[in-house]
């Protein structure tokens, strides 16, 4: 029986990553996949300091026209309106997925001290509040400790890919001295896990595209 995946984006960039790891755990099944983009979300976030209301009903919106267009399930592939996405969640009638909670199971189950690393603000605050909730449901006590890349969100938007790499691999580094496990509070980071050598990697940095299309697969 055909099933139909609706991916909610705020960056067409992450359309390829995403139609890639569908196809990958979802090998010769009949899947449908559709898209809706808004990367004027984010821009928002990142100009008013925080997930309005109004940003916040814009999502209740997208998940409610995917919801239209016959979704099974829903994937929202931002961390940044995680929030809004869990709120969006209680009254959509197909399971919705905010896509760094897969990932943060994962890691609770991995470690008691735990990192968080992130290039923008926007995201980090929301990743770590969720790994705190989290671990609360899962009746865990963890030690969490959140970066902020500085300048390295900048370095991408301008077009320096080099530098925003440089910037976030030092961070993991040092980081991965001090905790169990890492989480890439965005999917952009995770081409920087490649670059490391095998000695800088000294615990699991966790990105949530793959983990979250991996639970996806399981819940259809």
Partial sequence: MSKKIGLIHTSATLIPVFQELINKHFEGQDIKVFNIVDDSLVKNIIERGLLTTEISKRVLD?????NDSGADFILVTCSSIGRAVEMAASYSKVPV??????MTDVAIQMGTKIGVVATLASTLEPTSDLVSRRAAIAGKEIELT???CEGAFDALMSGNPELHDKLV????????KEVDVILLAQASMARVVGQLSEEDKKVPILASPEIAVQYMANSI
């Fill in 169 to 176: 691999a030092t961070v993991l580094k040092e980081l991965s």
């Fill in 146 to 148: 959140s970066r902020l």
């Fill in 62 to 66: 997208y998940v409610s026209s995917a």
């Fill in 97 to 102: 997925l905010r896509v760094d909670q897969p």
